[in-house]
T-cell receptor, first 117, second 116 residues
């Protein structure tokens, strides 16, 4: 399988549940990202990992906990979420972070649609 | 801070016709990249076309072309000979040349409907 694969495609959870989103890339990329996509809002970058190390956390609440065990896998652990956290969560990867040529384009997965009841 | 504005929440085009999606941006940088991404119902964001700000020539990818007006900070996407498969959300995005690959600023998107 090639590209960026996200599971599950859909997730419904209560506010007290604990669940995880998984992202896997088969592109040999070294950087991975979590984005949040809400209706009528621009994509919001949440976390960035480069060579398994977190390089960015854009003031994301601690109820979202990322994990990157290796350059091919990225998880987003969810705990005590709020209804306003319902959104499409997109994972992306790129060859690296530093890019002065504009060629280091992000490859996205199909997202996990999260509904918090 | 950079901002990207897509003023058309929804657009509609007939099959085989041409449509133009608008995008404006605000930046104090002189060198940057602009992108158009397509998100079909399958939800996977796909890069459609990319433009380097230092290049005066407008980028073209088959039926997709851009009209890049640097002074006006405008970056519109033209889709020629529209096809049913072009129906999707289209996002305009900006990144400064000196920024990392993560520093993409996206617009709110334009939903394109293609009718028979």
């Amino acid at each position: 399988e090639t590209g960026v694969t996200q599971t599950p495609r859909h997730l419904v959870m209560g506010m007290t549940n604990k669940k995880s989103l998984k992202c896997e890339q088969h592109l040999g990329h070294n950087a991975m990202y979590w984005y949040k996509q809400s209706a009528k809002k621009p994509l919001e970058l949440m976390f960035v990992y480069n060579f398994k190390e977190q390089t960015e956390n854009n003031s994301v609440p601690s109820r979202f906990s990322p994990e990157c065990p290796n350059s091919s896998h990225l998880f987003l652990h969810l705990h005590t979420l709020q209804p306003e956290d319902s959104a499409l969560y997109l994972c992306a990867s790129s060859q690296g972070l530093a890019d002065f040529s504009g060629a280091n384009v992000l490859t996205f997965g199909a997202g996990s649609r999260l509904t918090v009841l | 801070a950079q901002t990207v504005t897509q003023s058309q929440p929804e657009m509609s085009v007939q099959e085989a016709e041409t449509v133009t999606l608008s995008c404006t941006y605000d930046t104090s940088e002189s060198d940057y990249y602009l992108f158009w991404y397509k998100q079909p119902p399958s939800r996977q964001m796909i890069l459609v076309i990319r433009q380097e700000a230092y290049k005066q020539q407008n980028a073209t990818e088959n039926r997709f072309s851009v009209n890049f007006q640097k002074a006006a900070k405008s970056f519109s996407l033209k889709i020629s000979d529209s096809q049913l498969g072009d129906a999707a959300m289209y996002f305009c995005a900006y990144r400064a040349r000196t920024g990392t690959a993560s520093k993409l600023t996206f617009g709110t998107g334009t939903r394109l409907q293609v009718t028979l």
